[in-house]
Structure formats: C-alpha cells, structure tokens
C-alpha cells in the first residue's frame, strides 16, 4: 500500500503566474531530493461542467507525493531534504488563505481493464 503526502494551497495571491512557475522551477526540484519519494503529481483546477451542485473550493495547486509506505515518508519528514524544502516555502511570495497538509494511505477500489492491458475485457 502506497501513501500520498498532499499539500492543498487554498490561497489568493497577485501573481498567481508568478507563483505557479516559481513552484516548478524553484520548489519542486528541492522536493525532488526527497528520499523515499516515489512521484510527486501537481494538480490544479479546471472549469469543469458538473450538472449537480457542488462544493468547487478555492484551491489553485494541490501537490501529491507519494511514498513506497508510512515508514518511507516519515523518514523524509526527518531529511535535511525537507528541511530545504521548507527553508524555501518560508520565501513563497505572500498570500492570503491557507495551505493544508495531510497524508493519507491509498486504497485503490476500482482500475478500468484497459489499463492493465486488458482491452478485450473492457
């Protein structure tokens, strides 16, 4: 079982543009160095035509990285890695809003046929 360590900016800033290519450019390389990190998955919002009403929220990135295992991941929380990596988000330009932190295990509960290849069964 895999973990996801995800980091959820629900913030309002000037140069969102700005921000955006300074977390890839700046950021995400620093995150890279993470041991144990297996992937790292930037997620931003879409305008998407959902016909029921829903809660949209407000964030503009989502950041997921994932781990082999629990272990793995609170080793990199004890890296020196991290501790760069928070070291720069401390020089993130300002924002208003929040940014939230959570792990989470991962229970993958369905996969479409094809994506194992199997194309005659789907």
């Known amino acids: 079982m895999s973990v996801s360590y995800f980091v959820r900016y629900d913030i309002e800033i000037a ?3 700005g921000f955006m290519r300074r977390y890839r450019e700046v950021h995400v390389p ?3 160095r993470w041991p144990g990190l297996r992937r790292m998955v930037l997620h931003s ?3 998407c035509q959902d016909p029921f009403p829903v809660n ?3 964030a503009v990135l989502m950041a997921q990285l994932e781990f082999e295992n629990e272990a793995s991941m609170n080793a990199a929380f004890a890296s020196r890695e991290r ?3 928070r070291d720069d988000f401390k020089q993130f330009p300002s ?3 929040t940014v939230v932190h959570q792990a ?3 229970d993958e509960v369905y996969r ?3 994506l194992d290849g199997n194309e005659e069964e789907a």
């Open 95 to 97: 924002y208003a809003g």
């Open 45 to 47: 919002p879409l305008a």
């Open 15 to 17: 140069d969102l543009e």
């Open 30 to 32: 620093l995150v890279a």
């Open 112 to 114: 479409a046929p094809w």
């Open 104 to 106: 989470m295990a991962q």
């Open 56 to 58: 949209r929220g407000k």
């Open 83 to 85: 501790a760069a990596a």
